[in-house]
C-alpha cells in the first residue's frame, strides 16, 4: 500500500507517491504562473492550482500504473499564509489568491500597531501584526469588493488557506476544514485556546462562520475520487502547512531540534515543546502541529527571499539560466570580495522587522563579476538563517548543536557548507528534498494507524550528509559583520 502527496508550494503544485517506509517512488510537478499585478502585490490563480493539483495527480497515477486498491490515502502540504475567497456552492475562487509575499495590507498594519493593537495580537497568536499573514490583506480585500464582502456576510462565501480551499474542492464541498498549522498563520488563531479567536476576527473586521473547521493534522479530511480519476474514493489523511511538516519529517519531535526549509523563502522553526513561550527578540510563536489533544510550539524566524533571490537573478537580471549554475559560479571566485546582496525586496523579518525598505547589493565596485554578485545571493541565505538562530538560542535558552535542512537548496553544497561555516554548527541536509510531503504523509501514516505513535515515526530511515564548520572563526565573524553592516546601511 502506498500513500499519495500533494505539495502545493508557492511556485508549483507537485504530486509525490510515497511506499509505506517514506520512501519516495516517483513524483511529477507543474508550476503555475506568478501576477505581479501592481508594486509589491502577489497573487496565483487558485483555479489554475486546483487543476494542476488535479492533472498532476492523475499524470502520477497513470505513470506509475496504481488502481485504487494500492492506495491508503492521499496527504497535502502547502504554503501556509496564501488565501483564497471562494464560492460556497461551486467552489470557484471569486478572487485570485493573495500570496504570502504580497504587501497590500501595509498600511492597515500599520495603523493597527499605531492603535496599540499590537501586544494583543502577538499574545493571542504569538505572530506579528504584519502582511506577510494573510488576515490584514483579506480586510483590504472585503474594503475594495463589496460584492465579496456581502456573499462572506450571507454565507455564500468562504475563507481558507490552500489547504481549505483545496480540500473543499477535492472533496465536492463535502469538507470545509484545515489544521491547526495553517489556522494559526492567519493572524485569526488563538494558540493558547486553539481556535479561531472571536475579538481578532472583529479586529480585521472577518466573519468568523467563513472560516474553516479545524482538525489535527492526522485526522481526516473526508474522501476523493480526483474528481472521477479513481473508481473508488480514499481518504484525505494528513494535512500540514509546509514549514511545520518539514520539522515533523525531520522528526524534530524534542525540545531544542531545530530545521530549516530552503524554498522560495525560508523558515527556521525550533521546537519549543507543549509549553507556550514568547520571544524577547522577535522571533514569532508558533504551532508546531496538535496531536491527540497536545499542541507542540516551536520559535520560528521567517525569510522572506531566499530561493526566490537566485529565481530573481535568473528570471529579471538574467544572470543565470538555471539554479544549478550558482554552486560553479560561486566557487569560481574566492570570495565575495566585499559584495553583500541583502534580499529585502519585501522588506526583512526578524530580526529587523521593516517592510518599508527594499532590496540592495552593496560594496559593488569595477572588478565584481556576475559571479560575485551570484555568490553574495547565495550567501545572504546563510546570513538570514544565523540571523534567526542567534536570536532563538537566546530566547530558548539552549545550544543548537545541529540545524536540519530541506528543501531544493541543499543540493547545492557551497550554500550548505557556507550555512554551516557562518552558523558555526553542524548542516544536516535531508537527501529526500520533499520533506515537506513527507511531514504530511507521516501525519497520515498516523492517522491511517499505519504507526502508533511519534516514536515509531523516528524508526523510518533517513538519509542526510553532514556539513560540520570548516570556516576559520574569526573569518565567519567578519564575513557576518560585513552582511550586519550592508544591512545597517539599507536600514
Not at 501556509?80 to 489568491?97: H, I, K, M, W
Not at 462572506?152 to 481558507?160: D, P, S, T, V, Y
Request: charged residues 20%; negative net charge; contains cysteine.
Amino acid at each position: 500500500m502506498k500513500i499519495l502527496a500533494l505539495d502545493q508550494s508557492t511556485s508549483a503544485t507537485k504530486a509525490l507517491l510515497f511506499g509505506p517506509d517514506g520512501q519516495l517512488l516517483d513524483s511529477l510537478s507543474l508550476p503555475h504562473k506568478q501576477y505581479y499585478p501592481q508594486s509589491g502585490w502577489v497573487e496565483h490563480d487558485a483555479e489554475e492550482i486546483y487543476q494542476n493539483a488535479l492533472a498532476v495527480l492523475s499524470q502520477l497515477i497513470d505513470k506509475t500504473s496504481l488502481s485504487d486498491a494500492d492506495l491508503h490515502c492521499l496527504s497535502i502540504t502547502n504554503q501556509r499564509e496564501t488565501v483564497v475567497v471562494f464560492d460556497r456552492d461551486s467552489g470557484q475562487p471569486l478572487y485570485p489568491a493573495i500570496v504570502w509575499q504580497c504587501r497590500r495590507g501595509d498600511p492597515l498594519c500599520q495603523q493597527l500597531i499605531t492603535d496599540g493593537h499590537e501586544k494583543m495580537v502577538h499574545q493571542k497568536t504569538g505572530l506579528r501584526i504584519d502582511t506577510y499573514f494573510p488576515a490584514s490583506k483579506l480586510t483590504w480585500l472585503l474594503q475594495e469588493e463589496h460584492s465579496i464582502r456581502q456573499k462572506l456576510e450571507q454565507g455564500e462565501a468562504l475563507i481558507g488557506t490552500i489547504d481549505a480551499y483545496l480540500i473543499y474542492r477535492l472533496t465536492g464541498g463535502a469538507v470545509f476544514a484545515t489544521d491547526h498549522s495553517n489556522a494559526s498563520r492567519t493572524l485569526l488563531f488563538n494558540i493558547t485556546t486553539l481556535g479561531w479567536d472571536a475579538e481578532l476576527c472583529d479586529l480585521f473586521s472577518i466573519p468568523q462562520k467563513a472560516l474553516p473547521e479545524i482538525r489535527e493534522s492526522s485526522a481526516v479530511f473526508g474522501k476523493t475520487d480526483l474528481n472521477g480519476t479513481l473508481s473508488e474514493a480514499i481518504p484525505i489523511c494528513g494535512v500540514m502547512g509546509d514549514s511545520q511538516a518539514a520539522l515533523f519529517a525531520q522528526r524534530c519531535y524534542s525540545p531544542g531540534d531545530a530545521k530549516v526549509t530552503l524554498g522560495t523563502g525560508s523558515s527556521v522553526l525550533l521546537n519549543i515543546g507543549e509549553t507556550l513561550r514568547y520571544s524577547q527578540n522577535g522571533l514569532l510563536s508558533a504551532i508546531g502541529w496538535v496531536y491527540q489533544g497536545k499542541p507542540t510550539y516551536a520559535f520560528e524566524g521567517i525569510i522572506n527571499y531566499s530561493g526566490a533571490t537566485v529565481a530573481w537573478l535568473r528570471d529579471q537580471l538574467q544572470l543565470i539560466d538555471t539554479t544549478a549554475e550558482t554552486e560553479a559560479l560561486a566557487l569560481s571566485v574566492d570570495s565575495n570580495d566585499g559584495v553583500y546582496f541583502v534580499p529585502a525586496f519585501v522588506g526583512l523579518n526578524a530580526p529587523y522587522w521593516r517592510s518599508d525598505i527594499k532590496a540592495a547589493i552593496l560594496g559593488m565596485t569595477p572588478s565584481t563579476t556576475r559571479a560575485h554578485v551570484v555568490r553574495a545571493a547565495l550567501e545572504s541565505i546563510a546570513y538570514q538563517i544565523k540571523d534567526a538562530l542567534e536570536l532563538m538560542a537566546g530566547d530558548a535558552e539552549t545550544q543548537l548543536n545541529a540545524i536540519h535542512g530541506d528543501g531544493g537548496a541543499v543540493r547545492n553544497p557551497f550554500l550548505m557548507q557556507f550555512i554551516a561555516d557562518i552558523a558555526g554548527i553542524t548542516a544536516r541536509a535531508s537527501q529526500l528534498a520533499e520533506l515537506s510531503a513527507l511531514g504530511a504523509v507521516f501525519a497520515g501514516m498516523l492517522g491511517m494507524g499505519l504507526y502508533n505513535s511519534l516514536q515509531d515515526l523516528k524508526s523510518i530511515p533517513s538519509d542526510y550528509v553532514d556539513y560540520v564548520p570548516q570556516m576559520d572563526e574569526g573569518v565567519a565573524r567578519e564575513l557576518y559583520a560585513g552582511w550586519q553592516a550592508a544591512v545597517k546601511h539599507i536600514l
